[in-house]
């Protein structure tokens, strides 16, 4: 027989992953900014480890206040593709280009 200490711990791990703790990060849905945010609109976070990286910061309000609302993060970070992201993902020579739609790169 089953001893209820171990009946109630299985119980609670199965109920835990059944919310979805359970779940690899880079199960999430990327093309969805708030995903993206719950980082990046984060002033305090870490430096990526590489000093060659940018620190990437868009604060509440920011980029996706104007000009760029109808568009997800990954449409032009079409690179990232798991959370948390390698550093070679994030190298600074697999960066965005913006003449992609801009015919230079806006100042603002």
């Given amino acids: 027989m ?3 200490k171990v009946f ?5 791990i199965a ?3 059944g919310f979805g703790f359970g779940a690899p990060l880079a199960a999430q849905d990327l093309s969805d900014n708030e995903t993206c945010l719950e980082c990046h609109e984060d002033a305090d976070r870490a430096a990526p480890s590489d000093p060659n990286m940018v ?6 309000g920011g980029f ?7 568009w ?3 449409d032009c ?15 600074a020579d ?15």
């Fill in 94 to 108: 697999n960066q965005v280009d913006c003449t992609n739609c801009h015919d230079e790169t806006p100042t603002k």
């Fill in 72 to 74: 997800s993060c990954t």
């Fill in 15 to 17: 109920l835990v992953m």
């Fill in 2 to 4: 089953v001893s209820a």
């Fill in 77 to 91: 970070h079409d690179y990232i593709t798991e959370i948390p992201h390698p550093d070679e993902m994030v190298a």
């Fill in 8 to 12: 109630f711990t299985s119980a609670a």
């Fill in 55 to 60: 620190q990437v910061h868009n604060p509440e």
């Fill in 64 to 70: 996706f206040a104007e000009a760029h609302e109808m």
